[in-house]
Structures are given as structure tokens and as C-alpha cells.
């Protein structure tokens, strides 16, 4: 059961993850901001369009829930939103992400303790409360925030934080955005993935559905080796061979699990 300290913890870093993005793209040129980013086919400036539209339907959102309508969005008013945003230049994309970032947060600021342990959202994912709102607005954060910030400096990490909170909620991502055809080729299988930063072992149980479990998997298919964050972005389809120091051994590989997860 998620809690108000849930809620606190993925607001923190809501803000945190914002701060970095803006400090990091505030200065550049608009021809730094029309270079690729790591999201396949997107500048950097179409990312900060991705998260500023994403901010400006979520907040249409946050509001209906706060009133007590429980509309969800549609793609009809989506289109028209996303097309404003598509057509603005590189700068423009900028400072109008930054407009909608700031109002998001200042919303989600906004509700008071009562109204955090009771409105419910009609989110994409459907009704949830305010927790589990602000971890699907946190991964969408963080994660582009990382494809922003990578393109800069290839040594970039998903900051600690963001990532503790983000792999509390993997199981979630596991089991919704997958490839369901590599799935089939590899299930049943139990993989072991070795955090080398933590030193500890955890379980990704091909199934019905992959899961995350938290224990050592017995006598496993195949075992993945590297870092939180690097495992926490193969998950989220931004492995990159031959940076990210991810290794494989066994009858599941790589190449197996970046298609299983080819991201969003």
C-alpha cells in the first residue's frame, strides 16, 4: 500500500529531477537543442515538448480528479495539444516547458494532506491516487530527463534517488510495457539480475507476465551483472551496448531482454 511518504519522497524528486533538466538545458543554443537526444528519432527540444505537453495534459487531469471528475483523457483533445507543441521552434519548446513543468508542480504543491490521501486521478493508467500518479509522472521525468542529459554527457546515471524510487515501482513496468511476442519465446524462465552497487541479487520471473521478485532466484536461466541504474535502464529500453557495462551469461542474453523491453 502506497503512503504519504510515498507521495512526499516522489514529489521531492519531481522537483529535484526538474531542476536538473532546467539547469542543465537553460543555457544552451538552439542548435544544441536540436541535437539528437537518446529517445530515438527526438532533439533535445522535442523531449522537453514531450514533458511539457505530458505536464500540461497531466495537469487537465490532476484538476478533473481535484473536482471530482473522473473523465480520462481521450486521444480527440490530445491531438490538438500535442500538434501546438509540434509546431513551436526549439526554443520556444524550451521556454514552454518550462511554463507547463512549473504549473504541473505548483498544482501537485497545491493539494493539501487530506486532498493527497483521497483524490483519485483519471490518469491513462485509470483511476489511481496521488501516489501512484506521481510515480508514473516520475518515471516519465527521469527517464527522459536521462535521454536529455546523456546526449550531453555520455557518462550520465539516473541521480540515486530517482532511481531507489523508480526500481520500488519496476514490477509495475515490468509486467505492463513489454514485448509480448519475446515473451512467449523466452517464458518460463528466471533470471538473476546482480546489482553490483548494492551487492545484492534480485529475480526477473518470466511468466504469464514478467515480474520483479526480490529474492534469489534458484538454479536461473541466465544471470545479468551491472549497476541500479544501468539495470534499471535495460528494464526501461535504454541499454546501450558497450556502455553501460551490462553483461549476460546463460540462455537468456542481451539482445533477448532489449527486445522483451524496447522502452517508451
Not at 526538474?18 to 522535442?46: F, H, M, N
Not at 532466484?217 to 535495460?234: C, S
Request: glycine share 8%; aromatic share 6%; charged share 25%.
Amino acid at each position: 500500500m502506497e503512503t504519504t511518504q510515498d507521495t512526499a519522497r516522489r514529489l521531492a524528486a519531481l522537483h529535484a529531477a526538474s531542476r536538473s533538466l532546467t539547469a542543465l538545458v537553460c543555457g544552451l543554443s538552439e542548435e544544441e537543442l536540436k541535437q539528437p537526444s537518446y529517445a530515438d528519432g527526438w532533439s533535445i527540444a522535442q523531449v522537453l515538448s514531450h514533458l511539457g505537453s505530458g505536464a500540461e495534459i497531466s495537469a487537465r487531469l490532476v484538476e478533473r480528479g481535484r473536482a471530482g471528475d473522473m473523465t480520462g483523457p481521450t486521444r480527440e483533445e490530445m491531438l490538438p495539444v500535442w500538434a501546438r507543441w509540434d509546431e513551436l521552434p526549439p526554443l520556444a519548446q524550451r521556454a514552454a516547458w518550462r511554463e507547463a513543468d512549473a504549473r504541473h508542480l505548483g498544482l501537485l504543491d497545491s493539494l493539501d494532506a487530506t486532498e493527497r490521501a483521497t483524490v483519485r486521478i483519471p490518469y491513462f493508467a485509470g483511476q489511481i491516487g496521488v501516489p501512484a500518479y506521481l510515480g508514473y509522472r516520475l518515471s516519465e521525468q527521469s527517464v527522459h530527463g536521462w535521454d536529455v542529459t546523456v546526449a550531453l554527457d555520455p557518462g550520465a546515471t539516473v541521480p540515486d534517488e530517482e532511481a531507489r524510487l523508480l526500481w520500488e515501482r519496476l514490477n509495475l513496468v515490468t509486467s505492463r510495457f513489454h514485448d509480448r511476442g519475446t515473451l512467449r519465446r523466452l517464458a518460463p524462465a528466471r533470471v538473476a539480475l546482480e546489482l553490483t552497487d548494492l551487492r545484492r541479487t534480485v529475480c526477473l520471473d518470466l511468466g504469464e507476465e514478467p515480474r520483479i521478485r526480490p529474492e534469489e532466484p534458484a538454479d536461473p536461466a541466465a544471470t545479468v551483472t551491472g549497476t541500479t541504474d544501468a539495470v534499471l535502464r535495460l528494464v526501461y529500453g535504454r541499454n546501450r551496448p558497450g556502455a553501460d557495462g551490462v553483461t549476460a551469461r546463460g540462455s537468456v542474453a542481451l539482445d533477448d531482454l532489449r527486445s522483451l523491453f524496447p522502452g517508451f
